[in-house]
């Protein structure tokens, strides 16, 4: 191989890649490095900019049919019959089933909270409007679409209610007999809360609301099924192959063998798309009845009716603290709903104020009912923007009740150990303190503070500033995880993963490793992930911890390959293996640097054509907690007249480990603000309380996503790396989740200071805030 060619494959100049550790030794955190950390484009960047990148919703197989489904219009009502005799005659159909269909209605579990309530595919006890119905697999989508609506079904409409606390009224609707509530409420108490309130020199009590956000993914939720005698294969815009086998198998009655699941792309997900869905079943057993491949994907107004959200949130929090800054009591409680089934209503609500500041007397109560809506899911960080909401305009308003800085107030309640978890174990590293000093001065949060709170702003146009600071109660990963390597005799490399690359850069990320460890180019790295028949084991890609899951696996693999290839250079070199280094595709020895051997020259590399090394995710620390931490800072212009506002500008500083990829990583923090300004500004489900208890805006016009002109023309990243040594072998830690967490808190304090009025339910819509400028007119 030539110099040049060692130049196309390798990084040839530069420092050596890094020692080998001894074999069964954990390696140590890198030092320095050359390629981590660095901002490279996306190794699939030119297919999906360009659209040759083939998504699920893309994939066109010969013969294939298209599905549709008929859904309960109703929230609450009970299926009576179901006629389908003329849907089956109607022109381009090849398969109907429903709930009385033979062999196609199998069982259907929803689990949350340890509570299952199991039900069938196609329920006669329809809970919430959009609940499956019926199906029908035709040769075109308008076909299929006409023999649904030829579908004639008789229903019994039931009473329904809409509302979480409707719905504990004596005399509600109930939807299940035992009741409208999915467990007794969930209590967490530490020390003496009517104490802590005693010993405060000031109080405040409060209520707040978030409104319910539903889920909305570029590319809607479904697939693609077609069997080859018994087994089944599944093309699915899903964050996990593995978790749709296994949903979908269970519910088949299949081995997991007979079932492959294929996901190499995916548009969107922020946890709605984590588990198998009926949509996959349906379609499954749609081709299996028509005997051909069926592509079912969802309608966009579907998925506002049956793909997830995040819940609603009602809550109350009572605070105390000392005229120093102190938090002496915290005392919160909250009512939420995960809709018609367990769907964890109420999960994670109440973490941020049992962990995040140091308060020894904190007590919370959590209640989760049931309503007719369609069932929550997992939304990028469930729970915690609600409780952020709470707690992080709580600690504004004790703030100004002392006449402290409110970033002075969280610095003086930063916790160095998790409250929440039992024996009060360190965390691996805390960054608040630091997201909060840097974010801050990298802001200029004193002097804008300062300017805007002495400047005199005459007329109705009003300035502010606020901040926000949060935790993510996991995001450092953990096992299982396995991956493989192969370096190939020309020493191009082979990475075998099975996790999802849901948007995030995640096969960037694992090719930089590679890169980083063996010093191959990310463009000479094939990736194959994503696919149980070809690919490793691997848990959904959610959470914030794939790449702190997934990359010590890949480090891991990686050295595994280093390791064999030092060794058969040091037999040809002769030396010990110990006394090389790997570089530019060359292993010299460290002291002798002429003697050396090109990697594709290796004797026993063309022996055997491949270097295989499998690499395996260790666990984590005993008895260490490892949590991203962020505090985010924003300025807002407010139309006092209109209720309008305008963020001005956004910074978010992050401790989330490692910086893997800054350009990853900041399109992270973008994405992420982006989300939380949708739940603080336009975002809201909206049900017809009244009369019908129907969802009314089920599109993208009427449901307001942020776009462009709502965000601010700079989102500012400020990483903060703390060094983490023990959190993993390559010392990051999740992003996705914090960056969403405290941004709707953050803007409605700087509206606070920009005009007075404190908001306390989302969405801050103008109409909200012409209102809430109203009251407080007419109060004044």
């Known amino acids: 191989m030539a110099n040049e060619d060692l130049d196309q494959i390798y990084y040839v100049h530069g420092t ?60 609450h009502a009970r299926v009576k019959s179901v006629d389908i005799g003329k849907a089956k005659g109607m022109p381009g159909v090849h398969a109907v089933i429903s709930g009385f269909s033979p062999n196609a209605n199998p069982q259907w579990a929803y689990s ?41 079904v008789r229903y019994e409409v039931l ?101 492959r699941v294929i996901g190499n792309y995916m548009g969107g997900g922020f946890g709605s798309k984590l588990r198998a869905d009926t949509y996959a079943v349906i379609a499954a057993i749609l081709a299996r009845t028509a005997a051909r491949p069926v592509k079912l994907f969802l309608t966009r107004e579907e998925t506002y009716l049956a793909a997830g959200n995040r819940p609603p949130s009602h809550m109350k929090l009572k605070a105390g603290v000392k005229k120093d800054g102190s938090l002496t009591a915290l005392d919160f409680s909250c009512v939420g709903t995960g809709g018609a089934y367990p769907a964890g209503g109420t999960s994670l609500v109440d973490w941020l104020i049992r962990d995040l500041y140091s308060c020894p007397n904190v007590r919370t109560e959590t209640l989760d009912v049931y309503i007719n809506a369609g069932p929550a899911r997992p939304m990028r960080a469930p729970g915690h923007p609600q409780g952020a909401w709470a707690l992080e305009q709580m600690l504004d308003a004790l703030a100004e009740a002392i006449n402290m800085d409110p970033l002075d107030l969280r610095l003086k309640n930063i916790p160095t150990v998790s409250q929440a978890r039992e024996g009060n174990p360190p965390y691996t590293t805390t960054g608040l303190r630091e997201c909060l000093v840097e974010g801050a001065k990298a802001f200029g949060w004193k002097e804008a503070r300062e300017r805007l709170t002495k400047e005199k702003q005459p007329g109705y146009i009003r300035r502010g500033v606020g901040l926000a600071s949060c935790l993510w109660f996991v995001g450092g990963g953990g096992p299982p995880s396995t991956i493989v390597i192969k370096l190939f005799s ?50 959904p ?73 499998v690499g395996y995710r260790g666990p984590n620390p005993d008895k260490r907690v490892i949590n991203p931490f962020a505090a985010q800072f924003c300025e807002v212009e407010v139309n006092t007249r209109t209720g309008e506002t305008r963020i001005v500008r956004f910074l978010s500083a992050n401790e989330s480990g490692r910086v893997m990829n800054r350009l990853t990583y900041d399109s992270q923090v973008i994405g992420g603000v982006t989300m939380g ?93 012409c209102a809430a400028f109203a009251a407080r007119k007419q109060e004044g």
Request: with cysteine; aromatic share 4%; proline share 7%.
């Open 541 to 613: 890609s959610g959470g914030s911890k794939t790449v702190p899951t997934e990359a010590p696996a890949v480090r891991a693999a990686a050295i595994e390959v280093k390791r064999q290839l030092l060794q058969m250079a040091s037999t040809e070199l002769k030396a010990d293996p110990a006394s090389l280094d790997l570089q530019g595709g060359e292993i010299k020895v460290r002291e002798d640097a002429s003697r050396r051997v090109r990697i594709a020259d290796l004797a026993e590399l063309k022996k055997r054509g491949v270097v295989v090394g």
């Open 159 to 259: 009473p329904h209610v809409a509302d979480a606390r409707k719905a504990l009224d004596p005399g509600a609707p109930l939807i299940y007999e035992q009741g409208n509530r999915v467990t007794e409420p969930q209590r967490y108490q530490r020390g003496d809360v009517e104490a802590g309130f005693a010993a405060a020199d000031r109080v405040l009590e409060m209520s707040f609301d978030t409104a319910c956000e539903l889920h909305t993914p570029m590319e809607t939720h479904g697939c693609v099924a077609n069997w080859d005698g018994g087994r089944l294969t599944i093309w699915e815009s899903t964050q996990g192959v593995y978790s749709v086998q296994s949903g979908v198998a269970k519910a088949l009655g299949l081995p997991l063998s007979k079932v």
């Open 677 to 769: 300004i949708g739940f603080a500004m336009t975002e809201e489900r909206v049900l017809d309380q009244n009369r019908t208890g129907k969802l009314v805006n089920r599109n993208w016009h009427d449901y307001k996503v942020p776009t462009a002109m709502d965000v601010p023309a700079e989102i500012i990243s400020v990483p903060i790396d703390p060094h983490d040594t023990e959190a993993n072998t390559t010392g990051a830690k999740g992003l996705g989740e914090p960056v969403t967490i405290p941004t709707a808190a953050a803007i409605a304090n700087a509206i606070q200071h920009a005009t007075g009025v404190r908001i306390t339910a989302t969405p801050m819509t103008p109409v909200r805030l």
């Open 112 to 152: 949350s909270s340890g509570v299952t309530v199991t039900t069938q595919l196609f329920d006669t006890n329809c809970r919430f409007e959009g609940q499956p119905v019926a199906a029908v697999a035709a040769e075109t989508p308008y076909q299929a679409w006409d023999a649904v609506r030829a579908i004639e």
């Open 16 to 75: 050596p890649v890094p020692e080998t550790p001894d074999a069964g030794q954990p390696p140590k955190p890198w030092t320095e490095t050359r390629v981590i950390g660095k901002p490279l484009p996306r190794v699939d960047a030119y297919e999906r900019v360009s659209g040759t990148a083939v998504y699920p919703s893309d994939l066109v197989l010969a013969n294939m049919l298209h599905g549709a489904v008929l859904r309960c219009p109703h929230p």
């Open 490 to 539: 020309d020493g191009s490399v082979n990475l075998n993963m099975g996790a999802s690359d849901i948007g995030t850069g995640t096969k960037t990320v694992m090719a930089m490793v590679v890169s980083e460890e063996l010093g191959v180019k990310a463009e000479h790295i094939q990736i194959e992930h994503a696919d149980t028949g070809t690919t490793q084991f691997a848990t």
